[in-house]
C-alpha cells in the first residue's frame, strides 16, 4: 500500500476473540480460562459459606457466561483444550464444601449443570435444528438443500432428513 509493507502479525483480538494463523484460538482459550479462575477467585473471597443455588445463580452469570462468549467461532476442538475448559467446572465446583469430596458427575447431579462438552454439542444440535426446518432467513445464513426421504429409503439411522 503507496510502497510500505504491511506489518506481519501473528494474532490479532477482534470482538474479543484472539486469532492465530491456525485458528488453535491457543491464546483466546489461556485468556478465558485466566480471566475465569479470577472470577472463581472473586467468588471464593466474598462467598465463604455459599449455598447451591447461590453458587449457580453466580457460576452462570459470571463464569460460564465467559466460557460461552462467541463459542460457536473459537469452538474447541483438541482434546487439550476441551479438557482445560471442564477443568474450570471441575474446579469451580469444588468450591462448595459439602461438595467437594464426591466426584465430579455426582457435584454436576447435584447443582443440575451439564458438562460443557454437553452444553457445545447441544448448541451445535439446536443450530442444525433450525436450519433443517427453516427458521433462518435464508438471505443471511448458507442454504443447505435438504431432502425429505420416504419411508422406503431411509439409509440416515432412523432420520428422514438429509442435508446435502
Not at 445463580?57 to 467461532?73: E, G, I, M, Q
Not at 469452538?75 to 476441551?82: A, E, G, V
Not at 459439602?98 to 451439564?114: F, G, Q, V
Not at 444440535?125 to 432467513?137: N, P, S
Request: proline share 3%.
Amino acid at each position: 500500500m503507496n510502497s510500505k509493507l504491511l506489518e506481519e502479525v501473528t494474532e490479532i483480538k477482534d470482538l474479543g476473540v484472539y486469532y492465530d494463523p491456525l485458528l488453535l484460538f491457543d491464546k483466546h482459550i489461556c485468556e478465558k480460562v485466566k480471566k475465569v479462575y479470577m472470577m472463581l477467585g472473586i467468588i471464593k473471597r466474598n462467598f465463604i459459606h455459599i449455598s447451591r443455588n447461590c453458587f449457580v445463580t453466580l457460576y452462570k452469570s459470571l463464569v460460564r457466561s465467559h466460557l460461552k462468549y462467541a463459542n460457536s467461532v473459537w469452538y474447541p476442538k483438541r482434546k487439550s483444550d476441551i479438557d482445560k475448559l471442564e477443568r474450570v467446572q471441575k474446579r469451580a465446583t469444588k468450591l462448595i464444601p459439602e461438595l467437594s469430596k464426591i466426584s465430579y458427575t455426582d457435584r454436576l447431579k447435584a447443582l443440575n449443570l451439564p458438562t460443557l462438552k454437553y452444553r457445545r454439542h447441544r448448541g451445535d444440535m439446536i443450530e442444525l435444528f433450525k436450519i433443517i426446518k427453516g427458521i433462518y432467513d435464508y438471505t443471511t445464513v448458507p442454504h443447505f438443500d435438504i431432502i425429505k426421504l420416504s419411508e422406503d429409503s431411509i439409509r440416515t439411522r432412523g432420520n428422514r432428513y438429509r442435508l446435502l
